[in-house]
């Protein structure tokens, strides 16, 4: 096991509505956000996995079940180290996308989907 699954991150171009609308859906409670409202996750609790929602700018809604606007999400995987887990993945086929900053990077699995290893 390289992780652990963080969250399930959707695109959205308001996510404290979304992450209202699904705590409520769900009956789950807010176990982070960032300051500027750009990224909300909510859960059962902070330590388990999260539905997050993910502000993007120039948003543009799915059209599913057509491809020219295809869904927009993405899963994000706990790591406790992310150079170690950069490797491993490589050597699983995933493509790095040279995306990302101190806490997370950006990869490509190997059919284009992309992912995240994030160090909490």
């Known amino acids: 096991m390289i992780g652990m699954w963080q969250a399930m991150v ?7 509505p979304l ?11 807010q176990v982070q956000a960032d300051a500027d409202g750009s990224w909300i996750g909510i859960g059962d609790a902070q330590d388990r996995p999260a539905l997050a929602f993910q ?3 120039e948003y543009t809604r799915p059209d599913w079940p ?3 606007f295809p869904q927009q999400a993405h899963i994000d995987v706990r790591v406790q180290d992310l150079d170690v887990a950069e490797t491993e993945v490589l050597a699983l086929g995933a493509t790095a996308t040279g995306r990302g900053g101190s806490s997370f990077r950006v990869y490509l699995d190997p059919q284009g989907h992309p992912f995240c290893l994030v160090a909490w």
């Open 66 to 68: 057509g491809q020219e």
């Open 19 to 29: 992450a209202s609308f699904y705590q409520e859906l769900l009956g789950m409670v």
């Open 10 to 16: 959707l695109d959205c171009q308001d996510p404290a």
């Open 55 to 57: 502000r993007v700018e």
